[in-house]
C-alpha cells in the first residue's frame, strides 16, 4: 500500500474529448510526477511537479498538462484527446531516500 | 537522453528454480537504478533499488547487482514461488533534478508450479 490514490480507475472518451485525472497522497509530498503508460510497454515519464510548478517534462505536447494544489493533490489534464492517448496513467510520490517514487494504481484511459 | 533495455521479454521457470533478469542503460550519469513488480491491473509496485555507489543488494529471495563500468544492472530472484508471477520493470534514474525514471520494456515473468 502506497498510500497514493487515483481516480477515476477506468474511463472511456471518445477522440477530441479532453479528460482530468486526480491523485492524492496520504503523506502528501511536495513533489509527484505522471507517468502514461502504454498496454505491454513501461511507464514514460510524462512531467513532475514542484511546490506547484512543474520542473520537468518528458517528450509529451503541451495539450498534457497538470495542477499541484497546496495540500499536494495532483490533476492531468489531457486536451484533445487522440487514440494514441489511450494507456494506463500513473501518479507518483517522492519517498524518504533519494530516488523512490511510490506509484498509484493507475487510472485507465480508453479513447474511442 | 538515458535509454533502458531489458531482457528477455518473457521468462518461464520452474517453481523452486532462479529466475534473472537483465538491463542495460546508456547515460553513466545515472545513479539510481529500482525494480517494480507490476501485477494485472495494478500499479507498479517498488520491490528493491540500488544506488551507484554499491555493487549488490539483497533482501531476502531478492537480490540486485550493478556494474558500472559495463553500465548493466540485474535483478535475481531465488526460490520462485507461485505469487512472484508478474511483469518485473528495471528503471534508471539521476537523483538530482527533476526525478524523471527511465523504465526498460519489462519482463514476464510465470512460474510454473
Known amino acids: 500500500e502506497t498510500g497514493v490514490t487515483q481516480s477515476p480507475t477506468h474511463l472511456i472518451k471518445t477522440r477530441g474529448q479532453q479528460v482530468t485525472l486526480r491523485c492524492s497522497s496520504q503523506?502528501?509530498?511536495?513533489?509527484v510526477s505522471w507517468y502514461q503508460q502504454a498496454l505491454g510497454q513501461g511507464p514514460q515519464f510524462i512531467f513532475q511537479?514542484?511546490?506547484?510548478?512543474?520542473?520537468g517534462r518528458g517528450n509529451f505536447p503541451p495539450r498534457f498538462s497538470g495542477l499541484q494544489f497546496p495540500n499536494y493533490s495532483s490533476e492531468l489534464n489531457v486536451n484533445a484527446l487522440e487514440l494514441d492517448d489511450s494507456a494506463l496513467y500513473l501518479c507518483?510520490?517522492?519517498?524518504?531516500?533519494?530516488?523512490?517514487?511510490?506509484f498509484g494504481e493507475g487510472s485507465r484511459l480508453t479513447v474511442l | 537522453g538515458e535509454n533502458v533495455e531489458q531482457h528477455p521479454s518473457t521468462l518461464s521457470v520452474q517453481e523452486g528454480d532462479s529466475a534473472v533478469i537483465k538491463c542495460t542503460y546508456s547515460?553513466?550519469?545515472?545513479?539510481?537504478f529500482p525494480w517494480y513488480k507490476q501485477e494485472l491491473g495494478k500499479g507498479p509496485q517498488l520491490i528493491i533499488d540500488?544506488?551507484?555507489?554499491?555493487g549488490e543488494k539483497k533482501d531476502q529471495r531478492i537480490a540486485v547487482t550493478l556494474n558500472k563500468t559495463a553500465k548493466h544492472f540485474s535483478l535475481h530472484i531465488t526460490e520462485t514461488q507461485p505469487e512472484d508471477s508478474a511483469v518485473y520493470f528495471c528503471a534508471a534514474s539521476k537523483t538530482q533534478g527533476a526525478q524523471k525514471l527511465v523504465f526498460g520494456q519489462g519482463t514476464r515473468l510465470t512460474i510454473n508450479p
Open positions: 547515460d553513466s550519469a545515472s545513479n539510481y
Open positions: 540500488i544506488r551507484s555507489n554499491v
Open positions: 503523506s502528501g509530498h511536495n513533489t
Open positions: 511537479y514542484y511546490r506547484e510548478e512543474e520542473n
Open positions: 507518483a510520490q517522492r519517498g524518504t531516500a533519494p530516488g523512490e517514487l511510490f
